[in-house]
């Protein structure tokens, strides 16, 4: 029998680092391969970790809440038997990096497979999962081969409460946790903060409260967090310019209508049509589904177009792709929007499904809003942003009737569309809505 720590592995996509959002078992529970241990959530999704082994949990090395670094411990499997085997085969370099679905111990037959590199720090291990002696002490922390020193445990407590105890200064190593098994509680963060030597400061600014409602911290993580990072970055990278136009769409809420009598199980909506009509657009007006390469100082232009669809969840804006959704009719397309966007809200979406889109869809008209000015998504020259659509006066047949109105607003990076191009873009885009029969002008 052997005890082997389990790593958090590779996400892909760039990520770094997940939450522990829950744990599906506890200590002393015993697992099989493949069985979902946890729920970890990603800077783009919350997805289902399975156990790499057969084998009895030792330990949990993070507590639900705690945000863990690719390479660190998250569990200590006791492994007996071919489980144990297995184990010892990866640390003695057989080593085959985990997916979050369907990995575990495979027997392999043939050339080995080609491993991919990966880069990791000093200290970290070059495997996600290190086969250690069951008496070894257990710190829950890494430890380089060339510097065996320990290092200090963190102490034992809950997100929240290191977040209480940072805001007022408490260094939560200097406090006994009188929780169960000495887990720090907020009352003891609390109690050594008022043992604190005062230290007179200036006096800041208060909100004053009115209504008795205390302020409420949200911490800055996960999608919210991503989210950030790549508006920023794209705000302050490409020079955004944005254009609106306001149509008639009474013909296409017709068309829709028609269509919903004749496929009542397709997700048709007027947004499928928006989709379809800028993917009709985009081969007169090429820059649009295109990106700026600066490393290689090229515009591209995409041969294919993936389609994002900004969807806002509980956990933030995400926003899925429909990979070549320009080889899709209309009725795969509503399906294929209606599968993501539900997906998304549920939580569900895997990072892959929300990488790699060439131009972007965003409905501000679901919250009753008829227009705006979308920011990029980073690495793509346009979005579009669909208003509400309202019943209006407006001119008809030289006269005033009521008419399905709708506003479009496009964004779209000034270093590859021109304002030329981009008006073209838009009007395309409105000449289909307005008159669904005009997509047969556009191919």
């Known amino acids: 029998m052997s005890v082997t720590d389990f790593l958090l592995p590779d996400l892909g996509e760039g990520l770094t680092e997940s939450e522990i959002a829950s744990w599906k078992i506890a200590e002393g529970d015993t697992v099989t391969v493949n069985q979902v241990i946890a729920e970890i959530e990603t800077a783009k999704a919350l997805v289902e970790l399975p156990s790499p082994f057969d084998g009895k949990i030792r330990k949990l090395y993070a507590e639900e809440g705690a945000t863990v670094q690719v390479g660190e411990p998250l569990i200590a499997f006791e492994l007996d038997g071919e489980s144990s085997e297995s184990a010892s085969s990866q640390k003695a370099g057989d080593e085959r990096e985990p997916v979050l679905v369907g990995y575990g111990p495979k ?3 043939g050339a080995a497979p ?7 720090d000093g200290n970290a ?16 922390a890494r430890e380089s081969a060339d510097a065996p020193a320990e290092r200090p445990e963190r102490p034992r407590t809950t997100p929240p409460v290191r977040i209480f105890a940072r805001e007022i200064g408490v260094d939560l190593t200097q406090v006994e946790g009188t ?7 907020r009352a003891d963060v609390q109690k050594a903060s008022e043992a604190l030597p005062m230290v007179p400061v200036a006096e800041t600014p208060r909100a004053i409260t009115v209504s008795g409602r205390e302020d409420v911290r949200t911490p800055i993580k996960g999608v919210r967090k ?5 508006m920023t970055d794209s705000a302050f990278t490409a020079p955004h310019a944005s254009e609106f136009i306001t149509i008639d769409v009474t013909r296409t809420s017709e068309l829709v209508a028609r269509l919903r009598a004749q496929h009542p199980h397709a997700r048709l909506t007027i947004m499928t049509v928006v989709a379809k009509a800028m993917i009709l657009a985009i081969p007169r007006t090429p820059s649009a589904n295109a990106h700026w390469d600066d490393e290689a100082q090229e515009i591209v232009e995409f041969g294919s177009v993936h389609l994002g669809v900004a ?25 294929a929007i209606a599968a993501l966007v539900t997906t998304a809200r549920e939580g569900k979406t895997q990072p892959a499904d929300m990488s790699g889109g060439t131009i972007t869809l965003t409905n501000v008209g679901v919250f009753g ?7 990029l998504t980073p690495g793509q020259s346009a979005i579009l942003a669909a208003g509400a659509v309202r019943r209006r006066p407006w001119e008809y047949d030289d006269q005033v009737a009521l008419r399905d109105v709708m506003t479009l607003s496009l964004s779209f990076d000034h270093r590859i569309v021109d304002g030329e191009q981009a008006s073209r873009f838009l009007v395309d885009v409105a000449r289909v809505l307005e008159d ?8």
């Open 107 to 109: 027997k392999e037959t």
């Open 114 to 120: 080609r491993r991919r590199r990966r880069a990791w």
């Open 125 to 140: 291990p070059s495997a996600s999962a290190a086969t250690v002696p069951e008496d070894a002490p257990r710190q829950g």
């Open 179 to 185: 929780g169960d098994g000495g887990l720090i509680t």
């Open 226 to 230: 991503a989210t950030a990072a790549a």
């Open 311 to 335: 969807a806002a969840t509980e956990r933030g804006l995400v926003v899925p792709v429909v990979k070549n959704a320009d080889t899709m009719d209309l009725l795969q397309l509503a399906d």
């Open 369 to 375: 809003v008829d227009a705006g000015t979308p920011i």
């Open 436 to 443: 669904p029969g005009t997509a047969l002008t556009l191919v």
